[in-house]
């Protein structure tokens, strides 16, 4: 069985409260299961940890693509120094916020042409993915007649060993080869081009402290290697993140001290002297709002089949496909789960929660031990404030989609 983060979420009367909110009346107030509920105080308390962890002249930056629900980038606008975005919608929503257009950061591969059109005249920073993609901004650029804010997106020469996804290093649909840089730099003299810096971003989900500390350490060593080559002063250096949240029992949390120390010895040491001008960017999705999350589903069904309990939810994969195990691909391992009117109570019986599809794979959590949980009890699934929703099919099955709430 999988323990809750402790003390992170609270209880009151064996129920566990949300935003303060006990989880029942917070199930009332929504109308509806099942549903998100992400809690501004823990997002808060994590952000004031990572920037006390991290030296206090570095910016952070929320990458919207973990969770891009509107009033949770509001939120966030308060808090973080800018928003990492990757498609035009999400660009429009963090546009929507207070936060000044310079501070975005449009990165991804296949930018459309609309896209970078959108992106020019909003004047937020356009991450080069490409050596074409050079062009169809300097193209944008030429025919809105301003310049575009643009950084080159650098696929490093280096791997990040302990990254549950690799965004850099080999051959990759992300950046541009390091060993291309030189080259690309030299064709960015034009008026079209307000050249800011460089975004390195490499791996994502890592909980291995010992990697995050060495690929800092070799992006600081490759970009200021580019310094020379570049049009004009490093104004911007985006260093990536990818720092991971524990999942399932064999995960441990991160430490980030020995990250923000590391780090503090590279800007002191490489970052300022060689590059006075630059704004260091750390820029971070699922840390900042993964454990803020939780997905809520009330139990519909009940049984027992050949000696197996089930406890049939009204939720399931459609909405968060990762706790199922993303379809089979992977080895699939529970995330915690709770019974969250009954947090009280001990556990007492091993059973399997499954979601309300018609697939074998919509599995929320396999043989945990759970306070015995009958129709109506509500089932809270951990660890859902990122890539949930809107990592998840929610089309497939055709039931209605889930609220989403901020509490
Ligand atoms: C997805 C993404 C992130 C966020 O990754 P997390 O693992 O959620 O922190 C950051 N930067 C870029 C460029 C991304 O594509």
Redesign the pocket.
Known sequence: MISIPSGWYGRHDSQLTVGGIPVERLAARVGSTPFFAYDRELVNRRVASVRAALPGDVELSY?V??NPMPALLQHMSGLVDGF?V?SAQEMRHALDTPGPASRISF??PGKSAAELAQAVAAGVTIELESELEVERVRSASAAAGIPARVALRVNPDFVVRGSGMR?GGGPQQFGIDSERIPAVLAGLGGDEFDFQGF?V?AG??NLRVDSICEAQRRTVELIVGFADAAPGPVRYLNI?????IPYALRDRPLDLGPIGDNLARLVDGLVRPRLPEARIVV?????LVGEAGVYVTRVVDRKESRGKVFVVVDGGLHHQLAASGNFGQVIRRNYPIAVGNRMDDPPEETVTVVGCLCTPLDLLGDDVSLPKAGVGDLIVLFQAG??GLTASPAAFLSHPAPAEVLV
């Open positions: 990458a693509k973990a990492d990757a990165a991804g965004l975004h971003f994502s989900q990536g993140g990818g720092f991971g820029e971070l999705g699922r840390y990122a890539y």
